[in-house]
């Protein structure tokens, strides 16, 4: 049993005499109850243990909706670049790095840090040396550069052809430049590249989670069932509770065959206490900062014309079959063309899809399109902290890249939930901090908190009970689980987070660092105190 002095149950069915619930029973994993401390004496049993939490604010529990915390883990090894904000810095980070197996790996590259220059291995080869193979994610998680040792022992001496839209960045004369786009060409390097053994990876996963727990995450959408995820969760709740409860959603990449389309919808059934298969992850675009966001008309560069997928048609096929099946989607689409594709694909579907199908990240859109969401019944997904890689002056290569009327249109949440439209927020992590506090705190602010940064698309801000639906209710929908989590009510799933500060009156500067005095998932204290 929980006592708080608030509960915000977020239910609409809840009636007036819970409307001012301070206590909340849980048995077996569910929610038994909801009333005052006076009902929570006459529900108290001989057995029965309670967590007082004094002043805190009980909300249901936050979901992040959309994380890679498995993928995350080999994303982020190696050295943290996120402070590096020009090429000396980037040099003397690499030249004091830390080797794995000999190799040089590192994360978090902001494509600023090139200024005016293209992203090319020229630029860092010499404070490396001559042998020493070197990979460098960038931000963005859909791009890398690679130095010359570590092309070499990948095998890449030259463009490539593949079955998605991808690219090994080629001098004029043949020769890679490192710079490699989109998952195809980045995993011809991380092929051979050296990785942790399952059981270190495990423990790592397992400490990561407890660590998305203590922020107040019950839960997390994750687009990243590609490699062993799946024995990576396996692993832990063989002797173990999984902090978390993961909705975890496979990728589909372009080349899918018919066969394995039917592999996916059969994934559709593994499942294990706190975790699930729920959901296939597709890519109809890349990134803006790569020249792989499909928009409407081309960057300053003349790119992003074009898919992912060589013919969108295809992606379209697909995921008809995988409606026919019952399998929900989730599609990364960035560009407002990309976006617009993946709505028309969800409008030729019969009864629309039922509301299976959502869109994630969305980073540039116009009015007529963002009206679709909501007509369609299609959830959008999106990432607030992910506008901080941008500035307000329009100075970024994000906004460069686009154009300012472009950019004046960026992360339109506000727009999306005028309209009506379902809105789940989440990190995006690694590419974001996974920490809901900051992220609910961004939603509103725009800018980080704590910092004077100027905010950008200061009228996309939510409000703080929209911003919280996001994490609760709108995460829920957006999954198809309003009928099992994000409320607090009797029969829906013990997931609930308690926060010092109310996140529905609290200055959001003040709220991105309040305590967390307890995380359930699922029945289960994974965070008391922050521990």
Excluded at 303 to 331: H, K, M, N
Aim: hydrophobic residues 40%; aromatic residues 4%; glycine residues 10%.
């Amino acid at each position: 049993m929980v006592l708080a002095r608030t509960v915000h149950t977020l239910d609409a069915t809840t009636d007036a005499t819970t409307a001012g619930a301070t206590a909340v029973a849980v048995a077996d994993g569910l929610i038994t109850a909801v009333g005052t401390a006076a009902d929570a004496r006459r529900w108290r049993g001989p057995g029965t243990e309670l967590i007082d939490l004094g002043d805190a604010v009980l909300v249901p529990g936050l979901v992040d909706g959309h994380s890679h915390p498995a993928l995350g883990l080999e994303l982020t090894t190696g050295t943290d670049l996120s402070a590096v904000r020009d090429l000396d810095g980037l040099r003397a980070a690499l030249a004091s790095a830390e080797r794995l197996d000999g190799w040089v790996l590192a994360w978090n590259l902001d494509h600023n840090a090139f200024g005016d220059r293209p992203v090319h291995r020229s630029a860092v080869e010499d404070v490396l040396g001559p042998d020493t193979p070197a990979f460098i994610r960038l931000y963005d998680g859909h791009s890398a550069l690679a130095t010359g040792p570590a092309l070499r022992a990948a095998g890449v001496t030259g463009p490539r052809t593949f079955a998605q839209r991808a690219t090994v960045v080629c001098d004029p004369d043949g020769t890679p430049t490192g710079h490699l786009i989109e998952h195809a060409a980045m995993d011809l390097v991380t092929a051979v590249m050296p990785s942790l053994p399952l059981d270190q990876r495990r423990d790592a996963l397992h400490a990561l989670l407890l660590r998305m727990a203590g922020g107040g995450l019950a839960g997390a959408h994750v687009m990243d069932a590609g490699g062993d995820i799946l024995d990576l969760v396996r692993a832990i709740e063989d002797t173990r509770h999984l902090p978390l409860r993961l909705r975890i959603a496979p990728w589909c990449m372009p080349g899918t065959d018919a066969d394995g389309l039917r592999e996916l919808a059969a994934l559709q059934a593994e499942s294990g206490r706190n975790w699930l298969v729920g959901g296939v992850k597709l890519f109809v675009d890349g990134t803006v900062e790569g020249g792989s966001a499909w928009l409407e008309h081309p960057d300053c560069h003349g790119e992003g014309t074009a898919a992912l997928w060589l013919d969108p048609a295809e992606y379209t096929d697909v995921v008809r079959q995988l409606d026919a099946y019952g399998v929900r989607t989730a599609t990364h689409a960035i560009g407002d063309a990309g976006v617009r594709h993946v709505l028309d694909t969800v409008a030729a579907l019969p009864g629309r899809g039922r509301g299976r199908h959502r869109i994630e990240h969305i980073e540039t859109l116009g009015d007529e399109q963002a009206r679709r969401f909501a007509e369609l019944g299609v959830p959008a997904s999106m990432q607030p902290t992910h506008s901080a890689y941008t500035r307000a002056d329009h100075t970024d290569a994000w906004s460069t890249r686009l154009g300012t009327e472009r950019a004046d249109r960026a992360w339109i949440c506000r727009t999306l939930r005028d309209t009506g439209a379902t809105l789940a927020l989440g990190s995006d992590w690694p590419i974001a901090h996974h920490d809901p506090r900051g992220v609910l705190a961004y939603a509103r602010l725009r800018r980080h908190a704590g910092t004077d940064t100027t905010p950008v698309n200061p009228l996309q801000a939510l409000t703080p009970l929209m911003a919280l639906e996001g994490y609760t209710t709108h995460a829920a929908r957006a999954a198809g689980e309003s009928d099992r989590t994000g409320r607090i009510a009797p029969g829906l799933r013990a997931d609930l987070t308690a926060f010092a500060l109310d996140p529905l009156t609290a200055d959001p500067d003040a709220f991105a660092g309040t305590a967390v005095p307890l995380t359930m998932s699922n029945g289960v204290v994974t965070n008391r105190g922050g521990s």
